[in-house]
């Protein structure tokens, strides 16, 4: 087909030999407002559910012209009947070199427009970004047991990307034709933004659609609220102001319903949260849940094809655990920026209540700027996390090892941020249920400088593929090397590093033994000498490995414990008769300190305290302070 120079020797394609050039004036004059298009409501019906796609999917090069038409059959157009089209709706992505549209309607795709309307970039209604809603002089009567083409023809300066589509698939939503070139339907570019304007006295009345919904969690606690994200659109003339959304496993025999109440224009897509307890669920199985809308302002729904979208397969838990965090910061003592970092981490933690101390857990590795007296070989192996080609810094943070998002390198890793920044972020991933939990237990040898620890936990849904367990042991109020001197940006005064490893059972951690879905771990491990005791702690977690993507190492739940909590041992058993009572008390090496329950005079520190009465023995520990 040859196209038709218009007055800017643009080719203009169009199927309607007989249109007069006085129309086309017409056009150029006055914006495009037809007589016929009263303050009746038009119906907008298409495929794309009111969204036009902003994102391009579909560039044509240089000065050209296209088309493009969704296909409405006489089973969509059915309810419509007696009514007549008054124009197209139709989205550009970008309105950036298109010089003219031109809306129209057609029974066959290489036919004869029924009714055009032509706008450009000259006329008072010009081509713009986003919606252009164009209306026909004169309606066409939709005819009983028919389909039709609704589309537009523009051409085009330039290259450009004007052609505006969103996700989705439907039978006859994207036809498309560009240059000299044959109609071919292109489902894998998605839905076109089309949508044909009706008008008559047939239109729906009460029609709710719903677009999409999501839980906020991927399973199901008994018992307990879960809250749903949820997108409906009003496709019906008359506003809503009332429906009822419903969750239900038909198969199962479950629903519940609420009834809500919001307004929702004609033609409005909105977006809603609700929450729900689901009644009659057994914990271990799986559901598959739907949600749904109906009875829009207690009507029947004229169109419940579109009331329902699927949640997917739900797995339903017992419970879920409370979640500790584990903070790991790259740290070392060539940088200069980092006694910095470390006053913010002091001062976030300041600002946390007792059970969120209780839940914050951090271990720093002595890389990331080069190396120190500090660094263990697995804080070598760390800056695999950073994923940036050999590209490392410090201070630098991991929280969970939880990929950061927003970046263009995949990693966990994140800087220093203001300290309500990152207590906002530590607190909001300590709000996150755990499926994990873990609780560390264990014998400390303080003369041998060993520790038997021992790591247990349950598993309620198996979120991490490769789980393994790491322990470390970690150190506060440790004297910076050159006697407290040797921290860069330390403004020369004493630095003290917190959180220093003192040993650790495996780089990436080691595999537990599982008995059904509950998992045990033990391991010894040895400190060094000249470590103060009482400043210690033991840190133990489970977490994801994958050895080929640094953000698909989770950390599923952690736990630390004081070490002065541990069991003593070394300490010899104490015979005695069985009608006497003694006691006893030793320090943390094992070391007889008194022989009776006499604390007066004792230095501060820890102490371990045996008593023996009848025949039997109980062990407690005191703190003098």
């Given at each position: 087909m040859c196209g038709i120079p218009d007055q800017s020797g643009i080719p203009r394609m169009h199927h309607n030999t007989?249109?007069?050039?006085?129309?086309?004036?017409?056009?150029?004059?006055?914006?495009?407002?037809?007589?016929?298009?009263s303050a009746q409501t038009l119906y907008k019906f298409g495929f794309c559910s009111g969204f036009a796609g902003t994102e391009s999917r579909l560039t044509i090069e240089g000065q050209a012209s296209a088309e493009a038409a969704i296909f409405l059959s006489a089973e969509d157009l059915e309810r419509f009947s007696g009514d007549a089209f008054a124009g197209v709706n139709a989205a550009l992505t970008s309105k950036l070199n298109v010089h003219d549209m031109t809306a129209w309607i057609r029974k066959d795709l290489n036919g004869e427009n029924?009714?055009?309307?032509?706008?450009?970039?000259?006329?008072?209604?010009?081509?713009?970004?986003?919606?252009?809603?164009?209306?026909?002089?004169?309606?066409?009567d939709?005819?009983?047991?028919?389909?039709?083409?609704?589309?537009?023809?523009?051409?085009?300066?330039?290259?450009?990307?004007?052609?505006?589509?969103?996700?989705?698939?439907?039978?006859?939503?994207?036809?498309?034709?560009?240059?000299?070139?044959?109609?071919?339907?292109r489902p894998d570019l998605g839905i076109l933004s089309i949508e044909a304007l009706i008008t008559g006295d047939n239109l729906p009345q009460n029609d709710l659609q719903f677009i999409s919904a999501s839980l906020s969690d991927d399973y199901y606690v008994i018992d307990t609220p879960v809250s749903m994200v949820y997108e409906i659109r009003n496709n019906g003339i008359e506003p809503v102001s009332v429906f009822t959304l419903t969750i239900a496993d038909e198969e199962a025999g479950i629903s519940v319903s609420h009834t809500v109440y919001q307004t929702v224009p004609y033609g409005v897509t909105r977006s809603y949260k609700e929450s729900f307890v689901i009644p009659g669920v057994e914990s271990g199985k799986r559901y598959r849940f739907s949600a749904s809308v109906s009875k829009p302002n207690g009507s029947d729904d004229e169109t419940p094809g579109d009331n329902s979208v699927s949640l997917g397969e739900i797995p339903v838990l017992a419970t879920v655990f409370?979640?500790?965090?584990?903070?790991?910061?790259?740290?070392?003592?060539?940088?200069?920026?980092?006694?910095?970092?470390?006053?913010?981490?002091?001062?976030?933690?300041?600002?946390?209540?007792?059970?969120?101390?209780?839940?914050?857990?951090?271990?720093?590795?002595?890389?990331?700027?080069?190396?120190?007296?500090?660094?263990?070989?697995?804080?070598?192996?760390?800056?695999?996390?950073?994923?940036?080609?050999?590209?490392?810094?410090?201070?630098?943070?991991?929280?969970?090892?939880?990929?950061?998002?927003?970046?263009?390198?995949?990693?966990?890793?994140?800087?220093?941020?203001?300290?309500?920044?990152?207590?906002?972020?530590?607190?909001?991933?300590?709000d996150v249920?755990?499926?994990?939990?873990?609780?560390?237990?264990?014998?400390?040898d303080a003369a041998a400088r060993r520790l038997h620890v021992k790591v247990e936990g349950e598993e309620m849904l198996a979120s991490l593929e490769n789980p393994r367990i790491t322990v470390y042991v970690v150190e506060d109020n440790v004297l910076a090397s050159d006697d407290g001197m040797g921290q860069s940006g330390s403004g020369g005064a004493k630095f003290y590093h917190n959180h220093v490893e003192r040993a650790y059972n495996s780089t990436w951690g080691e595999p537990a033994a599982w008995n059904g879905n509950k998992y045990a771990?033990?391991?010894?491990?040895?400190?060094?000498?000249?470590?103060?005791?009482?400043?210690m702690q033991v840190v133990a977690f489970i977490s994801n490995y994958d050895e080929t993507d640094p953000v698909n190492c989770e950390v599923g739940n952690a736990a630390w414990k004081a070490l002065a909590d541990f069991d003593p041992s070394g300490i010899e058993g104490i015979s005695t008769d069985s009608g006497r009572?003694?006691?006893?008390?030793?320090?943390?090496?094992?070391?007889?300190?008194?022989?009776?329950?006499d604390t007066t005079g004792l230095p501060a520190g820890v102490y371990i305290v045996k008593k023996i009465s009848g025949g039997k023995s109980t062990t407690s520990k005191i703190i003098i302070r």
């Open positions: 007989h249109m007069k050039i006085g129309k086309i004036l017409l056009a150029l004059t006055f914006a495009v407002l037809p007589a016929t298009a029924l009714a055009e309307q032509y706008i450009d970039i000259r006329t008072t209604q010009k081509p713009r970004d986003g919606w252009n809603s164009i209306q026909f002089e004169t309606p066409v939709i005819e009983p047991a028919t389909g039709y083409y609704v589309g537009y023809t523009f051409n085009q300066t330039k290259t450009a990307s004007a052609i505006s589509l969103v996700d989705g698939d439907h039978a006859g939503a994207a036809w498309i034709r560009t240059g000299e070139g044959s109609w071919s339907e409370p979640r500790t965090v584990l903070l790991e910061e790259f740290t070392t003592e060539r940088c200069s920026n980092c006694p910095a970092a470390a006053e913010t981490v002091h001062d976030m933690i300041a600002t946390f209540t007792d059970d969120q101390k209780k839940r914050f857990a951090m271990v720093c590795h002595h890389s990331g700027y080069g190396i120190d007296a500090f660094t263990q070989p697995c804080d070598k192996d760390y800056i695999w996390f950073y994923n940036d080609g050999g590209n490392m810094y410090a201070p630098a943070f991991m929280l969970n090892r939880v990929g950061e998002t927003g970046g263009t390198v995949s990693t966990p890793v994140f800087g220093n941020l203001p300290v309500s920044a990152f207590a906002y972020k530590v607190t909001q991933a300590q249920p755990a499926l994990y939990s873990i609780e560390v237990s264990g014998t400390h771990y033990e391991c010894d491990l040895e400190y060094p000498e000249g470590c103060k005791t009482e400043d009572t003694s006691a006893s008390i030793y320090d943390l090496s094992g070391s007889l300190s008194r022989n009776c329950d």
